[in-house]
């Protein structure tokens, strides 16, 4: 037991190594941006000063926005299922003596009856995790990661050491948006540095370096290295952030993007879309002053969701095609 608490203890640790990797990045291109190009690097350009507040002012905001949506998404605890989807002791018990697969569906089929469930398995079983014991509501995925069941789970991220969920699906995405702000707009407001860089005054003193043109100083490494990063990242979350957008406007995970959730009609890619603007409010909510802020204003409990159905369900017409309490 002492050796395997151990290594659990140790791979607990390591997978903070991404999200402390990120955090010396995010802090050093503060460093980077606000004191070596603000305060040492512009000032020594006197016609540039008047820049600097435009600057500071937007890449604070830029920054605020991104760290709070990022801690946003590490910290948000993963939504697990509720109690009513737990199989009573007795069901329980039954269910671990039993050991044919056919007896042990009947047992989940007697006790998902009063549970709202329309997805299933490929072979047309009831979604039953046996790590954590559990029936699995629609769109619920075991996490190995995590080691618990989350609710309308996407993936698990690395960089943020967290399972990406219905918890904290509109952080992500937000996380993904300001980060790309940021970049842009330090490899905006940078690139022009940049290219000076490549050009400079080889004496030491900027009181002796032509008007315009910058010294050799230690910013150096600085201000070129930012640009690299920034445009580095860039690239990278560009790509990200743009398929995170369409599978928003599908209203689809990224687990249902691989594969198709199955309903009683058979399986649907397109189950749960309810059409690009309904797709939108069920990550971001109804109030738009609401959607560029990192607070939880999805729709739902993240148990139950509003189903568009191409092949109609009698059993679940009667629920999923009810219009929402809010909407005339």
């Known amino acids: 037991m002492a050796p395997t608490h151990v290594l659990r203890c140790c791979?607990?640790?390591l997978a903070w190594i991404p999200v402390i990797f990120i955090a010396l990045v995010v802090c050093w291109s503060y460093y980077a941006y606000v004191v070596e190009l603000c305060i040492f690097t512009i000032p020594s350009i006197g016609e540039q000063s008047k820049y600097l507040v435009v600057y500071l002012i937007f890449f604070h905001l830029f920054f605020i926005m991104f760290v709070w949506s990022y801690w946003k998404t590490i910290f948000s605890q993963p939504a697990n299922p509720s109690k009513e989807f737990c199989l009573p002791k007795a069901e329980k018990e039954r269910y671990e003596k039993e050991e044919r697969p056919e007896s042990q569906q009947e047992i989940l089929w007697r006790a998902a009856t009063s549970l709202p469930l329309y997805t299933r398995t490929g072979a047309g079983a009831i979604r039953y995790c046996d790590r954590c014991q559990v029936i699995?509501?629609?769109?619920?995925?075991?996490?190995?990661?995590?080691?618990?069941c989350v609710l309308k789970m996407d993936h698990h991220c690395p960089w943020v050491n967290n399972c990406v969920g219905f918890s904290n699906y509109k952080f992500f995405i937000l996380f993904l948006a300001y980060s790309l702000v940021y970049c842009l707009f330090i490899a905006a407001t940078v690139l022009q540095y940049f290219i000076k860089?490549?050009?400079l005054c080889r004496r030491k003193s900027a009181e002796h370096c032509p008007k315009n043109e910058l010294?050799?100083?230690?910013a150096k490494f600085h201000v070129l290295f930012l640009f690299f990063v920034a445009a580095m990242f860039c690239i990278s979350i560009l790509s990200l952030f743009s398929y995170h957008l369409w599978l928003v406007g599908k209203n689809r995970s990224t687990i249902e993007a691989f594969r198709a959730p199955v309903f009683r009609t058979g399986s649907d890619k397109n189950g749960f879309?309810?059409?690009?603007r309904k797709n939108i409010a069920q990550v971001f909510g109804d109030q738009k002053k609401y959607w560029l802020l990192p607070v939880f204003?999805?729709?739902?409990?993240?148990l139950t969701f509003p189903t568009r159905l191409v092949n109609a369900d009698v059993e679940q017409a009667a629920v999923t095609l009810q219009p929402e309490p809010n909407e005339r």
Do not use: E, I, V
């Open 11 to 13: 791979q607990r640790g």
């Open 215 to 218: 010294p050799d100083t230690h």
């Open 297 to 302: 204003t999805s729709q739902g409990d993240g």
């Open 136 to 148: 699995k509501p629609d769109r619920c995925h075991h996490c190995s990661a995590c080691d618990m």
């Open 273 to 276: 879309s309810l059409g690009f």
């Open 197 to 199: 860089f490549w050009t």
